[in-house]
């Protein structure tokens, strides 16, 4: 196949929540939604789920758009691709960037599966036809509204819930949470709020029962994630850590986690999401799939991802209606016991909301050969 046009919109969508978290709140979803064509008529999207601010990776909206525009949009178009992993091969020569790229390859991806006449996750490997899932949730003004709102995804029957923590809003928020809550499956992510000198802080947090304490330390390191792992009990999982396979390898063989959170965006595509999980299948580490907030494309993505064996945690991949008033694709994502069921049909397996899709576009620019 050949691409000879690519569509860029730059989304902005309300959050019926803010969503807080130990680096700021964000209000509304701001993101790139790209329209891949190939010359064979077929039509393909992709998500690029970098935010507007740098606070979890370095890449922004307008950094993915300006790498899109100027090196990987240039690079991909009419060029022989036979199989997504030829993107991942065709971009090799630019650093980084990897939620520009991923925009990209998850289209490529798509457009794969379409042409194969075929669900995107049977096209993956996936096996599962439900997935589990479970919800993250934000830093609340009070300990009591937090108790409120972890509550109420509890009974909507979420597998698993996470919250957030950031020093100050820990060891107190986490032990009233366990205590009105004994027996929920429940996590925590620091999103690198701490360093190897909170180590009593996040040692307190073995009392918890948790099924894991994500991500404690900085965003890029694997060794202090180590050293403070060997006084865990608590799994730690890294997630903002995790760039790529070598990336998985190493911080699994220095013994910085039990477990991982994949993200395509954050890993540079489904290709390397699919390699990194089979890595941590074959040596025993289990695997979910995180979340960036996504509109309905890239949350499509992240579900046909999860079929995959691995996946044996529930991912943050919550229901539409839980982010948006109104999501970009039809159906929207339905939860159902904590469950979603696989799209069947061919592709992504949810179809562009066009109406939608206008409504909260603020700009775009089509790339053509
Ligand atoms: O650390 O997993 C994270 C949202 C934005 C940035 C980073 C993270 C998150 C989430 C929300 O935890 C996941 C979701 O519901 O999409
Ligand atoms: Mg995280």
Redesign the pocket.
């Known amino acids: 196949m050949k691409i000879n046009k690519i569509i860029v919109r730059h989304l902005k969508m309300p959050m019926k929540h803010p969503?807080t978290?130990s680096f700021g709140t964000?209000n509304d979803k701001s993101f790139l939604l790209l329209e891949v064509h190939t010359e064979e008529g077929i039509v393909g999207f992709g998500e690029c789920v970098a935010f507007e601010a740098p606070w979890?990776t370095e890449e922004t909206v307008k950094t993915c758009w300006h790498m899109l525009e100027d090196f990987l949009i240039p690079i991909i178009l009419q060029k022989d691709i036979s199989h997504p992993n030829d993107v991942t091969k065709l971009f090799e020569s630019i650093r980084k960037n990897k939620m520009a790229k991923a925009s990209i390859e998850g289209a490529v991806w798509d457009i794969y599966a379409i042409a194969s006449n075929q669900p995107l996750a049977k096209v993956l490997g996936g096996t599962k036809e439900k997935i589990d899932v479970g919800?993250?949730l934000g830093i609340q003004p009070t300990i009591e509204k937090q108790i409120e709102v972890v509550g109420k995804y509890i009974a909507e029957g979420y597998k698993r819930i996470?919250v957030k923590i950031k020093p100050g809003w820990d060891v107190e928020v986490i032990k009233k949470l366990r205590e009105t809550f004994p027996d929920v499956p429940m996590m925590a992510?620091a999103?690198s709020a701490y360093t190897l000198k909170d180590i009593d802080i996040l040692k307190q947090l073995d009392e918890f029962n948790l099924m894991m304490i994500?991500?404690p330390l900085a965003y890029d390191d694997i060794v202090d994630h180590a050293t403070l792992q060997k006084q865990l009990q608590t799994p730690i999982c890294l997630?903002e850590s995790i760039l790529s396979l070598e990336d998985a390898r190493k911080a699994i063989e220095l013994g910085s986690c039990g477990i991982i959170?994949i993200k395509i965006g954050r890993v540079g595509g489904i290709s390397e999401a699919i390699k990194i999980h089979d890595y941590c299948k074959s040596k025993g580490i289990p695997v979910w799939c995180?979340?960036?907030?996504?509109a309905g494309i890239g949350r499509a993505h992240n579900i046909a991802l999860t079929s995959l064996s691995n996946f044996v945690l529930p991912g943050?991949t919550?229901g539409s209606s839980h982010y948006f008033e109104e999501d970009i694709i039809q159906p929207e994502v339905v939860v159902e016991d904590g469950t979603i069921r696989e799209a069947q049909t061919v592709g992504i397996g949810y179809e562009p909301n066009r109406k939608a899709i206008e409504k909260y576009t603020v700009s775009s620019k089509t790339y053509n050969y």
């Open positions: 969503f978290t964000i979890y919800i993250s996470k992510d999103n994500e991500q997630d959170n995180g979340g960036m907030l996504e943050d919550a």
